[in-house]
């Protein structure tokens, strides 16, 4: 079975503190993606690693990075979190076509 | 205009009833086709993708009109597991990213 973990299922931060979310998979998946979840909004990409050291912006990198040291392991990271980031946020590993997500982390932004 | 829209639903329909989804997408060059279920507070799964001829997955068959770009999933029978949301996904041609839908809900009831 693949298995996505990502490194907290709930998180709160102050607005201005650097967040940092862990995402970790098991099956040497080449891309890895972060992805945002909002009420009628859907999901929308982030960023997405297709290999170590390599990352492409999504459809809102604005107020995020990433990093991508190990095959197995992209980290999302707000610089400065503001309250229009309080959101659910998913990981996902796998092919073009066949993701496969990690259970998210639902960050509150005070 | 969102680049795939679905009716968000909610679809409230009895055990055993067959009830349709479709979804529309707005690039004509999309290449991949998928519908994804989430359950509630879980993280999206692949539920199956969508061929050009149409494809059947037991109780699940999944139809595309690329003239009309849209795509449609039928359940037939429905049992009350099948409750969840429904996420139309496309990919288009050259992305190497999923453009998803906000989502149909399903709400099967005894």
């Known amino acids: 079975d693949v298995k996505v973990t990502q490194s907290s299922r709930y998180l709160v931060k102050r607005t201005g503190e650097k967040v940092f979310l862990e995402c970790v998979q098991d099956m040497d998946h080449e891309n890895m993606f972060w992805y945002r979840q909002d009420p009628g909004l859907g999901l929308r990409l982030i960023y997405f690693s297709y290999d170590v050291k390599m990352k492409e912006k999504g459809d809102i990198p604005e107020g995020y990075s990433v990093s991508r040291e190990k095959k197995e392991r992209f980290s999302l990271i707000l610089e400065s979190a503001s309250t229009n980031q309080t959101s659910m946020y998913l990981c996902a590993s796998g092919s073009r076509d066949e993701q496969y997500f990690g259970p998210g982390t639902r960050l509150t932004v005070t | 205009r969102k680049e795939v829209e679905q009716d968000p639903g909610p679809f409230n329909v009895p055990e055993g009833a067959t009830v349709a989804f479709n979804c529309t997408y707005s690039?004509?060059?999309?290449?991949?086709f998928f519908w994804y279920r989430q359950d509630c507070r879980k993280e999206p799964k692949l539920l199956m993708s969508v061929y050009s001829s149409g494809n059947e997955d037991g109780r699940f068959t999944a139809q595309l009109n690329r003239a009309s770009q849209y795509i449609s999933l039928l359940i037939r029978d429905s049992k009350l597991s099948d409750s969840a949301t429904y996420l139309c996904v496309v990919r288009p041609r050259g992305y190497n990213k999923l453009i998803f839908g906000a989502g149909t809900r399903l709400a099967v009831h005894p």
């Open positions: 690039n004509s060059a999309s290449q991949s």
